[in-house]
């Protein structure tokens, strides 16, 4: 953190000790993972990859049986405490603690992310509570019909009637607004707390406010009533981002029959020839050593949505074609790496009359410490957002959701010279910058990811292909009009706000791909290649 903020990185280190030093904060008591690598050819009943969002939830319900020995094995180290704060949220991208994925530029042209040669940086978290530790914390539940469309698509018990159980033991709805917002059948709460901010700048309802002019709903959006703009609830408890590692792993953090292994790579899923049944993982230690570590049941992949692929393909499972070429044996030629899709968002800058309104302060520090309120205890204005209807949306569900940005923890200014040419508006004039940032969220261009070379530690090709379904760039552009029209409304003319100039399209992260694509299993999520493998 200290780095990113150059002429300050002193007032940054100061605030990162005083944070890392607070028992309340750092929670050093119950960190979860060890270093130390399993002797070789040991044994478990489950084998976990991954400690991401799902894998601390598995490895949590799984290690409930007392009598069942679970690993649970991740790339990356402990979750830090520094993202833990709100304000501090994003610290974490392009940074060790990110798995740093860049996308191939799309042929014959690049369609996105012009300014970097059509390359995207795809955001993927390396850590214990996996993307989960590095992304704002927004906690939205998809709208109905898009699980009634994975049932229809022939898979059952995907519908939104038969899966808002799993919803209902997950969340524990805390500010009384939300209760009101949801159906429940259950009378307890789950362990992820889901509430608001504590804090917010006057400048989120000034949002809301100019959505109610253009005429869009500000309250009581749910469920299959989602179109309108709100101040989204958030994944937080006492004021500090909670994950699943948090909420499950870390109660149970002493078990005996639960071990967590961390900075250890999964390279492939070993798989008995004759059996064709998963028996064990290849590792990769702290310390370069290669590992073998066997299991009795089962192994379940949970490394997410680029993750998982690339570790089946280098297991020999994927495209016959393509793994030939790299001299990789083949278990099973299935199309792992196919039916690749992710939002697309491009960012609309624009700015208002700037406000005093610092984060990164002496003041907001300590407020912080005291009570876990102030500025650091949010991410700005990150927690308005709006889901959006276009001409092609279809029963009433959002085909746009518009993010936006500003007010959220820049460093400090310094007065230094050199200060005014890093290219923000806000940080050497009179005007502060907001951006909005329109998503096609249900993207119909498809495209595919493949193995780099047969070194299982090499990143994967990924094409996303944007833009190549013609349809998702009308989408995105009735998106831009819509947030445009924000610029009218009478409460932003007395706030000043205008469109800035574009600089450049960006792409948005990594998101969901086609459970019967990109990696083969049915509805149950069982693998359609070999047994004792989960997905």
């Known amino acids: 953190m200290s780095n990113a903020c150059g002429g300050v990185s002193t007032f940054m280190t100061l605030v990162q000790n005083a944070m890392s030093s607070r028992c309340d904060i750092a929670d050093a008591c119950r960190r979860l993972g060890s270093n130390e690598a399993p002797k070789e050819n040991e044994w478990y009943d489950f084998i976990i990859i991954g400690a991401g969002v799902a894998g601390s939830i598995i490895a949590r319900r799984l290690s409930d049986n007392p009598w069942r020995k679970i690993l649970l094995i991740e790339a990356g180290p402990e979750e830090p405490t520094m993202t833990a704060i709100p304000g501090l949220a994003f610290n974490a991208v392009n940074t060790s603690l990110d798995w740093n994925f860049k996308t191939e530029p799309t042929s014959p042209h690049p369609t996105a992310c012009l300014k970097t040669g059509g390359v995207c940086t795809w955001p993927r978290g390396k850590m214990i509570a996996g993307t989960g530790g590095l992304h704002g914390m927004m906690y939205v539940r998809g709208h109905p019909e898009i699980y009634n469309r994975w049932a229809q698509a022939g898979n059952p018990g995907w519908s939104y009637d038969e899966i808002i159980h799993y919803f209902e033991r997950v969340e524990n709805p805390v500010d009384p607004i939300i209760l009101s917002n949801k159906r429940r059948n259950l009378k307890e709460g789950g362990p992820i707390n889901i509430q608001y901010y504590p804090h917010k700048p006057e400048f989120a309802d000034v949002l809301l406010t100019a959505a109610g002019e253009l005429g869009y709903r500000t309250s009581q959006l749910k469920e299959y009533n989602q179109t309108g703009f709100m101040i989204a609830p958030m994944t937080i408890e006492n004021g500090m981002r909670l994950t699943t590692s948090k909420a499950y792993l870390r109660p149970v953090y002493n078990r005996r029959n639960l071990r967590v292994l961390t900075n250890a790579q999964v390279t492939k899923i070993l798989i008995s020839p004759w059996e064709q049944k998963a028996n064990g993982v290849e590792l990769v230690d702290k310390n370069g050593h290669k ?159 493949k193995l780099r070379s047969n070194n299982p530690l090499d990143p994967p090709l990924i094409y996303p292909d944007y833009f190549t379904n013609e349809k998702d760039l009308m989408v995105l552009l009735e998106g831009i009009r819509q947030v445009s029209k924000l610029v009218d409304t009478p409460v932003m003319k007395k706030w000043d706000l205008r469109l800035e100039q574009v600089r450049s399209s960006l792409c948005s992260k990594l998101v969901i791909c086609r459970q019967s694509l990109l990696i083969e299993s049915d509805s149950r999520l069982v693998a359609k290649t070999e047994q004792n493998l989960l997905i």
Request: hydrophobic share 40%; proline share 6%; with cysteine.
């Open 291 to 449: 590992r073998v570590v066997k299991c009795d049941k089962e192994v379940i992949l949970a490394a997410g949505a680029i993750g998982s692929p690339h570790i089946l393909m280098n297991s020999g499972v994927g495209p016959e074609k393509d793994l030939a070429k790299l001299g990789i044996k083949i278990y099973k030629d299935l199309p792992v790496g196919k039916n690749l899709h992710n939002h697309v968002s491009v960012a609309v800058p624009m700015s208002i009359k700037d406000i005093p309104y610092e984060v990164m302060t002496m003041d907001a520090v300590n407020e912080y410490l005291e009570n876990k309120t102030g500025p650091l205890a949010s991410t700005g204005v990150t927690q308005v957002t709006a889901f959006l209807e276009s001409n092609y949306a279809i029963n009433g569900m959002p085909d746009i959701q518009v993010f936006f940005d500003g007010f959220s923890s820049i460093c400090p200014k310094t007065g230094l010279p050199n200060e005014c040419f890093d290219g923000r508006i806000g940080h050497c004039s009179d005007r502060r910058e907001i951006v909005a940032r329109p998503t096609v969220v249900c993207a119909e261009s498809r495209g595919d990811m």
